[in-house]
């Protein structure tokens, strides 16, 4: 589950949830906390809450050993994962600096752009490695969706603290 709350403005929030659990995704958004804009379901929804577990690796380091995973090398610096669970797959690539960290996932994402569903390239570019509760995770990025008409930043974040399952 990955949730999230924006401070839009002075008094003004917007509140997300994305949901992945038994191969059914949910993305729930709301205008402060109450008012629903969307809760999105279905298969296209199950995909991209798919994509977005695996592209949440780089955040949870300790979920690449998760089981249902496939890696394959694709060259020094990047490898392809694949996830199948309850029916649903998913697959992106995972590019990694000379560090060995991740610094970008890019994948064949569902998206709704006029109304409809399709399918679109969807990346995650991360930087800033810090350590939060022991691990080395990257702090800041931006997640983009590179469309026929250009590339629409849809959101930048910073990671203030991390919170892990004990």
């Known amino acids: 589950i990955w949730k999230a709350n924006i401070k839009a403005a002075p008094f003004f929030h917007i509140a997300g949830r994305d949901k992945y659990l038994d191969g059914q995704g949910n993305m729930l958004i709301k205008l402060m906390s109450v008012f629903t804009v969307a809760d999105g379901r279905g298969p296209e929804i199950d995909?991209?809450?798919?994509?977005?577990?695996?592209?949440?690796?780089?955040?949870?380091?300790?979920?690449?050993?998760?089981?249902?995973?496939?890696?394959?090398?694709?060259?020094?610096?990047?490898?392809?994962?694949?996830?199948?669970?309850k029916g649903v797959s998913a697959s992106g690539i995972l590019t990694f600096n000379e560090q060995g960290e991740i610094i970008r996932f890019e994948a064949e994402r569902y998206g709704e752009f006029d109304g409809e569903y399709r399918l679109?390239?969807?990346?995650?570019?991360?930087?800033?490695?810090?350590?939060?509760?022991?691990?080395?995770?990257?702090?800041?990025?931006k997640i983009t969706w590179k469309l026929d008409?250009?590339?629409?930043?849809?959101?930048?974040?910073?990671?203030?603290?991390?919170e892990y399952n004990q």
């Open 47 to 85: 995909q991209g809450s798919l994509l977005r577990y695996l592209a949440e690796i780089m955040w949870f380091p300790t979920a690449a050993l998760n089981e249902y995973l496939k890696w394959e090398p694709i060259d020094a610096t990047s490898a392809k994962v694949t996830m199948d669970y």
């Open 149 to 162: 008409t250009g590339d629409f930043e849809w959101y930048h974040f910073v990671v203030k603290e991390m």
């Open 120 to 141: 679109e390239t969807w990346l995650a570019e991360v930087a800033d490695y810090k350590e939060f509760n022991g691990f080395v995770i990257p702090s800041t990025g």
